[in-house]
């Protein structure tokens, strides 16, 4: 029986070289924006670093000793991420971020809506009155590109609710996913209530009625273990740079059968077959949604990423975060402080809830009365404190609980219980700075 890793979660930090440098006046930095960008430890950040010292070259192209190594490399780091997030190679396809896969996603419909792909593609084709569902709680990266989708193929966007306590409202959900219903797209994770979506009931729903569905995975990766192909979920999008890893890399899973027959959306070289002044024909999947040169250092230090947390655990994760989220939660008590999504008497964050408490992670959205979200932040910072402020590409969600902009403390595997304390203590100082 293998005994899990006991971990230092102080120790850890040590790892993050951005978190030992001094802020504000020489304060310590307390970073509380992890749902946002995470810090890089030096795994992520040797290994992009090797790639450029040691393997720099274009990936399957070139026939020399570098090419070869950059080859191998990349591909590696390929299976390290499929094997993280439960998949097969073939599943995981490079992209610039979650937001490209997500558009990959929803122009490849549009393409098969044009005709595009010919018969195989004839399943992902939308026509005018077909439906596609999407949630109040979308980034608006999970929900711009479905707008767009249906002004170019006649759809209609319809959408699931909000519970007052930032929770999905499924009351209607058989009235709204309906025989229409074409795409369900939805958050694992909102970015803003750091809420856990009901997927099992949502993928059930979709396929009730034959619906693909796309899982917009950004804030569920770097907190809990996740398997999509457990989940049931036909595509799902992650970005590499909230998962400890680099910018500009991020990873599209779509079930293998389901990206060998959708149309691609870049086209040029690296994802051809024969190309003559007519036509062209394209090689499978990935490679097909992977058209010019590749982020390959960027993907690189993605799998060393995937590696580095396995050697953690999620479960580990999982647990640390749970402990990080009841101690987030506490600003609940400060007079004042309005927290948007589930608070701490939510039976779900005290663990009462599906999964053993694992509908939550710490991601805590609040604001406070009487003073803008920006000045929160600006006096957060004057303390070393960083947290993200503004509407955090969720304005519906923002609409429907009466707020224009919020302040959101997300924490992630370095921040300690004493950092929190320090937050809570600065938070509670926020309204009395403006005389209130």
Not at 44 to 64: K, Q
Not at 383 to 401: D, K, N, T, W
Request: charged residues 15%; glycine residues 10%.
């Amino acid at each position: 029986m293998n005994t899990p890793p006991v971990i230092d979660w102080v120790a850890l930090r040590d790892q993050f070289p951005s978190l030992a440098q001094p802020v504000r006046n020489g304060k310590s930095l307390i970073y509380l924006d992890a749902a946002a960008a995470a810090q890089k430890p030096w795994a992520v950040i040797d290994a992009e670093r090797g790639f450029y010292e040691r393997t720099n070259a274009a990936v399957h192209r070139g026939a020399h000793y570098l090419a070869e190594q950059a080859t191998v490399a990349f591909e590696s780091a390929r299976a390290d991420v499929a094997a993280f997030i439960g998949a097969d190679v073939a599943e995981v396809v490079w992209t610039s971020s979650a937001t490209a896969a997500l558009n990959t996603v929803a122009y490849a419909f549009g393409n098969a809506s044009l005709g595009r792909g010919g018969a195989s593609s004839a399943p992902f084709a939308l026509r005018p009155g077909d439906e596609i569902v999407v949630t109040e709680a979308e980034h608006h990266a999970n929900l711009i590109p479905w707008q767009e989708l249906c002004a170019r193929t006649g759809a209609v966007l319809r959408w699931l609710g909000l519970t007052d306590a930032g929770r999905l409202d499924l009351s209607n959900l058989d009235q709204i996913i309906t025989e229409r219903t074409r795409i369900l797209a939805f958050g694992h994770v909102s970015n803003v209530t750091g809420a856990l979506a009901p997927v099992a009931d949502l993928v059930a729903a979709a396929r009730r009625v034959g619906a693909f569905t796309v899982l917009d995975a950004c804030q569920s990766v770097p907190h809990l273990p996740v398997d999509f192909r457990a989940l049931g979920v036909d595509f799902a999008a992650f970005g590499g740079h909230k998962l400890y890893g680099p910018t500009g890399i991020g990873v599209l899973y779509g079930r293998k059968e389901l990206l060998a027959a959708m149309p691609p959306v870049f086209t040029g070289g690296s994802m051809v077959e024969v190309v003559t002044m007519d036509s062209a024909t394209y090689v499978p999947p990935p490679q097909r949604f992977e058209a010019g040169t590749q982020p390959t250092a960027q993907a690189i230090a993605l799998g060393a990423a995937a590696r580095w947390l396995g050697e953690i655990g999620m479960a580990n994760i999982a647990t640390h975060g749970r402990a990080m989220t009841a101690e987030l939660l506490k600003i609940a008590e400060i007079p004042g402080v309005r927290i948007i999504g589930p608070g701490p008497g939510d039976s779900n964050v005290q663990g009462g809830g599906t999964a053993a408490g694992l509908d939550r992670v710490p991601v805590v959205t609040f604001a406070v009365d009487g003073v803008h979200a920006h000045d929160v932040g600006q006096v957060l910072d004057d303390a070393g404190i960083a947290v993200r402020v503004g509407h955090h590409c969720a304005q519906p969600l923002h609409r429907r609980f009466g707020v224009a902009a919020t302040a959101r403390a997300s924490a992630s595997i370095t921040t300690t219980p004493k950092e929190i304390a320090t937050f809570h203590e600065a938070l509670t100082q926020v309204r009395p700075f403006f005389g209130l």
